[in-house]
């Protein structure tokens, strides 16, 4: 079949940027019914779907957008749960634009059908309805597995093996489940209450969910199988922040996006005045980094008040991280951006207060590793820019509290767990790992993508031994 369907893409009403600039709510308002029907119209319904190809848990994509092309939305949310626990979730942060859309067979020749648009549809369709009943539990085997972090790749396993008649308990450490869902993505791109919708499925599949208990400091891996668990699955994600480590870095108002975020999100400085999170304020706010999480961090600083906000990144637009859509709503918000540009100190006053940093010019040369091209600098080019809060969103590593607790669980030489990619399997018996702190930093879908495969390793093992 080839692309052939020329009605347009039905575009998702969202915030005026003036306005939303300076709120928390969300910012692309979601389809209206007819307009989901519309935009599911486009689908080609292809023999040999491409788009599930691009889906890394293998959602029947044709199948839930014939449903909806329908009007038979309770029928469409039902077909992605067979495959997917977090729809609502994934329907607003998946990057679709490389991964189901960008496999969009229409996509080819105009614009990709909005996948990720009808995801989100059906599932907040259903929230808003409650008439599609959950998938049913197969009879109980008497197997416990401890599931440790509550992020997507942690919520999968957990969703999955439940299913599957296992007893599964999910250990966070924070004191709300969700992980990264809730301490690192902004309000206004994902609100708590959807991720917290989501998690709630998995409570009424049977999940049990203890929070406050932080595996590696309050109980082990070891005392966790003394306690009678079978399996146990690791997805505590990667916490760790990165710095520069340029002169100046210890100066009063240099933080990590990890603790910026956390303090917006988890503790809700985004619900000021109702709540007083105590959260570095700034008039002037640099972000370094060109990545979805420093995108967050800038766009949060402008709702938390900052007159200025500008994101330092060394290379040029062409080369950022970031979503296109996240970038297009930055600069949308009127966020400034400072490209082909990096700091090499940071200035402070005799209070030990940032006052601003000095940075050089860059130029593309070369291309390296990772296929970009490198970044060199311009010779002469050092410049003051001023600013009084910088927050540092260049990457995070992984978090050694639980690994070093665990010493016979084979590590790379970053501190991530080395896990078999298709099983999940650790080089420790009865020990799972996925997402982020097996690969690093990566997207919510592909964290669900490896806690499938750790699911289905998980209850392979629990049937037929290790």
């Known amino acids: 079949m080839t692309g052939t369907n020329k009605t347009p893409r039905q575009s998702m009403p969202e915030q005026n940027p003036q306005v939303r600039a300076r709120n928390f709510e969300e910012v692309p308002l979601g389809y209206t019914p007819e307009m989901a029907v519309a935009e599911a119209g486009r689908c080609l319904q292809c023999k040999n779907p491409t788009c599930v190809q691009g889906c890394p848990v293998n959602v029947d994509i044709p199948g839930f957008i014939k449903h909806i092309a329908a009007g038979r939305f309770d029928q469409a949310i039902g077909k992605i749960w067979e495959r997917n626990s977090l729809p609502a979730v994934c329907g607003r942060v998946c990057p679709q634009e490389i991964q189901c859309e960008g496999n969009c067979l229409l996509g080819r020749k105009g614009e990709p059908v909005a996948i990720g648009n009808l995801e989100r549809f059906a599932a907040d369709w259903e929230r808003a309805h409650h008439v599609c009943e959950l998938p049913s539990r197969e009879k109980a085997t008497g197997k416990k597995v401890a599931v440790v972090g509550s992020g997507p790749s942690s919520l999968t396993v957990a969703g999955d093996l439940v299913l599957k008649g296992h007893e599964v308990s999910l250990l966070e450490a924070f004191h709300k489940p969700g992980g990264v869902l809730v301490y690192g993505i902004p309000e206004f791109r994902l609100p708590k209450d959807i991720v917290a919708s989501e998690v709630s499925c998995l409570g009424a599949q049977g999940v049990s969910i203890e929070c406050d208990v932080v595996v590696g400091r309050t109980v082990t891996v070891e005392e966790l199988f003394e306690q009678g668990f079978d399996a146990v699955y690791l997805g505590v994600g990667a916490g760790l922040p990165k710095f520069m480590n340029i002169p100046g870095e210890n100066l009063v108002s240099v933080l990590s996006a990890n603790e910026y975020l956390t303090r917006a999100n988890l503790m809700k400085a985004y619900l000021f005045p109702e709540v007083d999170t105590p959260i570095p304020q700034g008039r002037h706010v640099v972000v370094l ?42 600069e949308e918000e009127g966020l400034n951006f400072e490209l082909l540009v990096n700091p090499v100190r940071y200035l402070g006053n005799e209070k030990g207060r940032l006052t601003g940093m000095e940075c050089v010019r860059m130029e593309l040369g070369e291309p390296d590793a990772s296929g970009r091209r490198r970044p060199v600098t311009v010779p002469g080019s050092e410049f003051i820019l001023e600013c009084d809060l910088a927050i540092v969103a260049i990457g995070s590593g992984a978090n050694p509290l639980l690994t070093r607790s665990t010493p016979d669980l084979p590590l790379n030489k970053w501190g991530y767990i080395t896990a078999n990619a298709e099983t999940g399997k650790t080089g420790k018996k009865a020990v799972w790992a996925g997402g982020d702190i097996v690969t690093g930093a990566a997207t919510v879908i592909l964290a669900m993508g490896a806690g499938r495969k750790a699911a289905d390793s998980i209850h392979e093992y629990l049937t037929w031994g290790w």
């Open 289 to 330: 980094g060109g990545g979805n999480v420093a995108m967050d961090s800038a766009r949060t600083a402008m709702r938390l008040g900052a007159e200025k906000v500008s994101i330092v990144y060394r290379r040029s637009r062409a080369e950022m991280p970031a979503r296109g859509a996240e970038i297009h709503h930055a």
